[in-house]
């Protein structure tokens, strides 16, 4: 069956533009997460859904970043007025629940340059 | 000090090797607990949960020492396809929160 998706692979933007990152689950995961993952370092915990509803966003650096999850399926990550210390991979994840004992599958991420 | 700590390597190791990594978590009151592969440039996939009883499946065994907070993975036998990083994760107590160690790099010659 389908993985988690997630698009685009790859994001050039500038310093200051505003960029989306989408993530498809896989279908019948009420759980998506998203996580960054700097060179060398293991993924950050950015923000985890339980269906529609935010349940824990204390990872998001700061308030430029947001995500929304609207139908509890696709999510989006946007960030606003990027900044180049936010190039990273982005990676998103889903489960089955949000028990912590189940396993997430990750999407391929995607790379975010900011020039 | 960090959530999970583990020795970022790179362990090199010959084919057919037995190598062993280990990890210190912070949080006591962590429930769950994981080793996770992720190749280059690839994302993480799941390798094994931990148990309290440790578990093995089968060249890889972990095992978890709660006291120490502590938990190692081995591998017997290494195979070139194991050359890898091998992240530590530990869920936040209380949360269902994730926390991933940096990752120790595996590579595994001829």
């Known amino acids: 069956g389908a993985g988690v998706s997630q698009t685009p692979s790859n994001k050039v933007t500038e310093k200051g533009k505003y960029v989306e990152l989408r993530c498809d689950p896989i279908?019948?995961?009420?759980?998506l997460y998203w996580y960054r993952q700097s060179l060398g370092q293991g993924p950050e915990f950015l923000i985890y859904f339980q269906g529609t509803g935010a349940a824990d966003d204390s990872g998001l650096p700061n308030d430029r970043f947001f995500a929304v999850r609207p139908e509890g399926s696709v999510s989006t990550l946007k960030i606003q007025r990027t900044e180049r210390g936010d190039s990273a991979v982005y990676l998103c994840?889903?489960?089955?629940?949000?028990?912590?004992?189940?396993?997430?599958?990750f999407g391929p991420g995607t790379r975010l340059t900011v020039l | 000090r960090k959530e999970v700590e583990q020795d970022p390597g790179p362990f090199n190791v010959p084919e057919g090797a037995t190598v062993a990594f280990n990890c210190t978590y912070s949080?006591?009151?962590?429930?769950?607990f994981f080793w996770y592969r992720q190749d280059c440039r690839k994302e993480p996939k799941l390798l094994m949960s931990v148990y309290s009883s440790g578990n093995e499946d089968g060249r890889f065994t972990a095992q978890l020492n709660r006291a120490s907070q502590y938990i190692s993975l081995l591998i017997r036998d290494s195979k070139l396809s194991d050359s890898a990083t091998y992240l530590c994760?530990?869920?936040?107590?209380?949360?269902?929160?994730?926390?991933f160690g940096t990752g120790t790099r595996l590579q595994v010659f001829p």
């Open positions: 994840a889903s489960s089955l629940g949000t028990s912590g004992r189940r396993e997430q599958f």
């Open positions: 279908s019948g995961h009420t759980a």
């Open positions: 994760v530990v869920n936040r107590g209380g949360t269902d929160k994730l926390i």
């Open positions: 949080n006591s009151a962590s429930q769950s």
